[in-house]
């Protein structure tokens, strides 16, 4: 059974860090391309950032871009988003998702993040 | 990028009507990159709906999807009382990035 497990969420300040994690199990890891995807309270979903799997490169959104570094440790099947100078505008759910053939088939339940002083 | 809007914003209806949501593109979209989302409250997204017309695993199939070019459409033909939710449709026109629409909400009348 695939699950993926966020975690690593919470309060930070302006200008301000914070790292999540995403621990996925029940698939090959290192053969899919994760992605995070956000949803601001009461908002829609808006994609992040991307990291390819077997491989592949790392993409972002312009909104993060120069901000926001994702990264995987496919030995431990968990991806990361390291959060640097964080904004009021960066608060939401943040979701891991598995990207396949154009659609997220799976999704984990999401940690929040807030920004605020 | 290719935006995505979705219409109505909000559609009312009863348990056992029929209900028809709207995903316009900016421009055109290859079919296999659209998908449809639905999400409950406090809940993750969940895939219904992938290649225009494919359902995922374990979607009951009063759920449909169609359409092609810049015009898709979700179909849920007899609502069940577990159907209200939002629903969201995706594209990925340079994947792996993609978009998402800003979603329709479909409650009880």
């Known amino acids: 059974e695939v699950q993926l497990l966020e975690s690593g969420g919470g309060l930070v300040q302006p200008g301000g860090s914070l790292r999540l994690s995403c621990a996925a199990s029940g698939f090959t890891f290192s053969s899919h391309t994760m992605t995070w995807v956000r949803q601001a309270p009461g908002k829609g979903l808006e994609w992040v950032s991307s990291f390819g799997g077997s491989g592949g490169g790392t993409y972002y959104a312009d909104s993060v871009k120069g901000r926001f570094t994702i990264s995987r440790d496919n030995s431990k099947n968990t991806l990361y988003l390291q959060m640097n100078s964080l904004r009021a505008e960066d608060t939401a759910m943040y979701y891991c998702?598995?990207?396949?053939?154009?659609?997220?088939?799976?999704w984990g339940q999401g940690t929040l993040v807030t920004v605020s002083s | 990028e290719i935006v995505l809007t979705q219409s109505p914003g909000t559609l009312s209806l009863s348990p056992g009507e029929r209900a028809t949501l709207s995903c316009r593109a900016s421009q055109s979209v290859s079919s296999t990159s659209l998908a449809w989302y639905q999400q409950k409250p406090g809940q993750a997204p969940r895939l219904l709906i992938y290649g225009t017309s494919n359902r995922a695993t374990g979607i009951p199939d009063r759920f449909s999807g169609s359409g092609s070019g810049t015009d898709f459409t979700l179909t849920i033909s007899r609502l069940e009382p577990e159907d209200f939710a939002v629903y969201y449709c995706?594209?990925?026109?340079?994947?792996?990035?993609?978009?998402f629409g800003q979603g329709t909400k479909l409650e009880l009348k």
């Open positions: 995706q594209q990925f026109d340079s994947s792996p990035r993609c978009t």
């Open positions: 998702a598995r990207d396949y053939d154009w659609n997220y088939g799976y």
